[in-house]
C-alpha cells in the first residue's frame, strides 16, 4: 500500500473546515494530521506532523496563510502549501506563488476542487482553481516580459546571479558568504556589481528588485 499523503488543514471556520474535512476523508489515499484555527497552530502543527502538504485560509487570526508560507521558506520546511481564498485578484494571486504556494483553491469551489489540488500538487504540479486560469496565463506573460525588459539580467556572471537569487530568498551577505564559500567583502563587491549592471540605486532597492522578480530569476540561466 503506498503510503498516505499527510495533511495540517488551517482555517477559523470550523463548519468550512468541517466540509474540506469530509471531502479529504473520502479519499483513503489522504490523512489529515492536524487542524488549526489560526496561523500561528497552523506554523507549530507543521514543523511538529511534518506534513505533505499544508492548506492555509490566506486570512486567518494571528498569523495569515502568506505569513505562515514565509515562515515555512524561512525554516525551509519541507511541506507544500495550498492557498485558501475568497479573493479572485491577481495582485493576491501573485504574491501567493511569489511566496511558495504551490496551489490556489477558492473557497467557493474548495470542496469540489481540493482532491484534484491535492493530487496535482503530490505530483510535483501547480493547481489553480479552474476559474483563475487567465491568471496563470497573465502570470506566465508578466515573467516574461521581465526578462525581455531586464537584457542586463543576461549581463551577470554565474556568480553574481547565484548571489541575487540567494538575496531573492531573503539571504544575508554573511549567510550568502557561508553557502558559497567565499568572503563576506568578495559578497559585497558582487552586490555592488550586480547594483550597478541593474542600474538601482540605494541600500534597499537591490533587495527589492531581487524579491520582486524571484520568479523570473529562477527561470534566468
Known sequence: MNQSITIVIADDHPLFRKGLREAIESDDALEIVGEAADGESALAMIVSRKPVIAILDIDMPKLGGLGVAREIARQ???????????YREEDLFNEAMDVGGRGYVLKDSAVIDILNAIHTIAEGKYFLSPALSDHLVNRSARVEKLLRRTPSLQDLTPAELRVLKL????????????????SHKTVENQRTSISSKLHLRGSHSLLKFALENKEALGRSR
Open 76 to 86: 525551509s520546511l519541507e511541506v507544500d502549501v495550498v492557498f485558501l481564498t475568497m
Open 167 to 182: 538575496i531573492a530568498e531573503n539571504k544575508t551577505s554573511k549567510e550568502i558568504a557561508e553557502i558559497l564559500t567565499v
